[in-house]
């Protein structure tokens, strides 16, 4: 494994940093950092456009569904600058670019390729995407899920509620996991997938506020929601396996992102460090701030490597299991560790809003504090990820 970049890699970075810096106005930047996403929906679709014309939305993907048959490697390579810069629009909600679409291209239909792929790798609003996955009684018990599609003629029709939806508010369209066989001896065996259109008759979608008061999740409800037949993802029943499959995918995902975003944080800590003194010195003369500040950057190199060795592993045709979840576990301990390094160096300015004149480093550092305890929930807790790592790479059994 060779993992310099080429001269390819490098000219890729020197032109997503100068799109960046003619593109993207500073505030859009910071309020990226802090929330995930832009707060400004019509500015954001406006990139994703523009990251689909420049053929960088879905570069690995193949020609024919609007990629640019680019390697993993490069795809990496500029998801650590998306993390870096900020760059709103390049997921397409919170899945479209990352897991719907690897995912239709391993088990759709011909017809769900067609209409579906184009579409997200348009950038249009049409092409967003929400997960409908956590529920109520469901979470880390995945399988308990109980939203339920029952077979209708050449429909089904779905009843039942999602939460902490990401995005639903935004979205066209819905990745759901529903229950298809209540009778299922295993509860896993009776899940299968379907794309719902998000306009259907019977959607209901509420807003969930986060810790720091945005507007990023939502509990949806789906009343007699009828669903074609032929939106139906891979087999019936058989849907479990095709979500573990789709849940690799987004926590490869979370390796680079996190790594470009953190190293930002991270320089402009070090920055702060430089130029702050406290009882007398800089605070980049402490030795425990210094030895801090360090901790990051070795476990921000980590990621990145583990960010290169993941895609070099899917480059050979292998679902990434145990290394999914390696990166996932890796990225959760890296933003946890920047957020609460931060609130030491910043004292009591690491809580002031983001809006407030006396907010440091634009209020990264809150919005990280506050958001690093739900992300090591997010796609997978932190127990459920070294559970997974423990069977699939170590070769233990199951602790349940």
Not at 16 to 44: H, Y
Not at 88 to 97: E, F, H, V, Y
Not at 282 to 299: F, H, M, T, Y
């Amino acid at each position: 494994m060779d993992f310099s970049l080429g001269e390819k890699e490098r000219a890729l970075i020197e032109e997503i940093r100068q799109f960046a810096k003619e593109e993207l106005p500073p505030d859009s930047v910071c309020q990226t950092l802090i929330d995930g996403e832009c707060r400004d929906f019509q500015f954001e679709i406006s990139i994703a456009k523009k990251l689909a014309q420049k053929g960088w939305l879905v570069m690995s993907w193949p020609r024919e569904y609007g990629g640019r048959d680019a390697s993993l490697w490069e795809q990496t390579v500029y998801e650590m600058e998306v993390g870096y810069w900020g760059i709103p629009g390049a997921w397409m909600g919170i899945s479209g670019t990352q897991w719907v679409g690897p995912c239709l291209m391993l088990f759709g239909t011909e017809e769900q390729k067609k209409k579906y792929l184009p579409l997200i790798a348009s950038g249009e609003p049409d092409g967003v995407w929400c997960t409908g996955y956590s529920e109520p009684n469901a979470g880390s018990d995945f399988a308990n899920l109980q939203t339920r599609a029952a077979r209708q003629g050449d429909e089904y029709i779905i009843n039942g509620q999602k939460v902490w939806t990401s995005v639903a508010h935004r979205a066209r369209w819905c990745w759901l996991a529903a229950r298809t066989d209540p009778n299922a001896v295993k509860k896993h065996r009776g899940i299968s997938i379907f794309i719902v259109d998000m306009k259907s008759p019977g959607v209901t979608v509420n807003p969930i506020l986060n810790y720091y008061g945005r507007h990023h999740f939502n509990e949806v409800f789906f009343d007699n929601v009828r669903v074609p037949a032929s939106n139906l993802v891979g087999e019936e029943n058989r849907g479990w396996y095709h979500l573990m499959q789709a849940l690799a995918f987004e926590r490869r995902s979370t390796a680079p992102v996190t790594y470009g975003r953190f190293k930002r944080i991270l320089e402009e800590l070090v920055e702060y460090a430089r130029n702050t003194e406290y009882e007398g010195r800089l605070l980049s003369q402490n030795p425990v701030v210094r030895g801090k500040l360090c901790d990051i950057a070795i476990e921000l190199e980590v990621l990145k490597m583990f960010a290169y060795q993941i895609a070099w592993t899917i480059s050979k045709g292998e679902i990434p299991v145990y290394q999914s979840s390696r990166n996932k576990v890796m990225s959760d301990e890296v933003m946890k560790k920047v957020a609460l390094t931060g609130a030491e160096v910043l004292g009591i300015y690491s809580q002031v809003d983001p809006d407030s004149k006396w907010a440091r480093l634009h209020g990264t550092i809150q919005g990280a504090y506050l958001g690093f305890p739900g992300q090591a929930i997010a796609a997978g807790t932190t127990e459920v990820e070294k559970s997974i790592i423990a069977q699939f790479r170590l070769g233990l059994p199951k602790s349940y």
